[in-house]
């Protein structure tokens, strides 16, 4: 009985937190679908990363926040709906409303016949930044959740790795913790400039944390 106390009270708790999150009150006003959106945003100012005409992927797109941020950045007006310059492809397994001006795919990206269908709706255009806010369902072992995540970071290198323009950027979401240091590693064997940033729309509280790399390095 205490136990179930105690995860009411929890719950409770970030009800109430969730509720007063000024983040949470600003994307409803907005019209974004998650406070998630503002972590992206940052990211974006502080790197000047999503340009006109630019091509975007989303990985972990659902439920939509980072694909809406990116559209309205690549409208000439700033709009949420009308004129877009640029494209932007969203994947995630959780289905997702649609987005105006969003390719949205629904599928595991660490199946090949997944990440087949996403070049496919490339049309061969090389991408200018993927944004990647994919993470697993945490298990609690500390051990195997570093693994799983580990994994979706490296795939979304790989990714970048054969997509990106040279000058192009990728950004992933993970957490401090088991793996961390060497995903850290890799990204500075990747990218010529390496940034990590923790957005003051991420949650205090959270272990999460975002890398930026930009410019591929040439690949031995």
């Keep these: 009985m205490k136990t179930k106390t105690q995860s009411k009270k929890v719950n409770k708790a970030w009800l109430n937190d969730h509720v007063n999150d000024p983040y949470v009150k600003q994307a409803q006003k907005d019209g974004y679908r998650a406070r998630a959106a503002y972590k992206l945003k940052e990211i974006d100012e502080q790197f000047g990363l999503i340009r006109p005409g630019a091509t975007v992927v989303d990985l972990g797109c659902a439920p939509g926040a980072w694909s ?3 559209r309205r950045r690549l409208s000439p007006s700033g709009a949420a709906v009308g004129a877009l310059n640029g494209s932007i492809i969203g994947l995630d397994i959780l289905p997702m409303e649609p987005i105006e001006g969003v390719t949205y795919l629904q599928g595991d990206f660490r199946e090949p016949e997944v ?6 709706a490339l049309q061969g255009r090389p991408i200018d930044v993927v944004v990647s806010d994919m993470a697993p369902n945490l298990s609690g072992i500390a051990s195997t ?57 991420s949650r205090d509280k959270s272990s999460e944390t975002f890398l930026v790399g930009i410019g591929l390095k040439k690949q031995a």
Excluded: S, W
Aim: charged content about 25%; hydrophobic content about 45%.
């Design 115 to 120: 990440l087949e269908q996403l070049e496919q």
């Design 68 to 70: 809406q941020y990116v």
């Design 145 to 201: 959740d570093a693994t799983r995540i580990t994994l979706l970071v490296e795939l979304a290198v790989d990714f970048a790795c054969a997509h990106l323009r040279p000058e192009g950027a990728l950004v992933v979401k993970l957490f401090h913790g088991g793996g961390y240091a060497e995903l850290v590693q890799l990204f500075r064997e990747t990218f010529k400039t390496v940034k990590p940033v923790k957005p003051k729309a």
